[in-house]
Nanobody
Framework: QVQLVESGGGLVQPGGSLRLSCAASGFTFSSYTMTWHRQAPGKERELVALINTGGSTTYTDSVKGRFTISRDNAKNTVYLQMNSLKADDTAMYYC???????WGQGTQVTVSS
């Protein structure tokens, strides 16, 4: 049974940083591309970043240069380092296995002064 548990969200001031973590279990983590998505109130869920099995990464334009996705296959964990946070980054953040459409509880990120 696939399980993905996100953590690390919180309230941060504009310009601040957060590091999100996602602990995975129930599948061979190293064999899958992993993603971070986010959903702000009243908006559709959007893909923020993905990392493939070889470590190559892709980002949505709005976070390029500010966010970094990484993975630790030994720990079955994917991370999202978020720097220079803006109010527009406020959302619920979800990790997932690429192509999977069942979502976990996510972790809330709020950027506000």
């Amino acid at each position: 049974q696939v399980q993905l548990v996100e953590s690390g969200g919180g309230l941060v001031q504009p310009g601040g940083s957060l590091r999100l973590s996602c602990a995975a279990s129930g599948f061979t983590f190293s064999s899958y591309t992993m993603t971070w998505h986010r959903q702000a109130p009243g908006k559709e869920r959007e893909l923020v970043a993905l990392i493939n099995t070889g470590g190559s990464t892709t980002y949505t334009d709005s976070v390029k240069g500010r966010f970094t996705i990484s993975r630790d296959n030994a720990k079955n964990t994917v991370y999202l380092q978020m720097n220079s946070l803006k109010a527009d980054d406020t959302a619920m953040y979800y990790c997932n296995r690429f192509g999977r459409t069942i979502w976990g509880q996510g972790t809330q990120v709020t950027v506000s002064s």
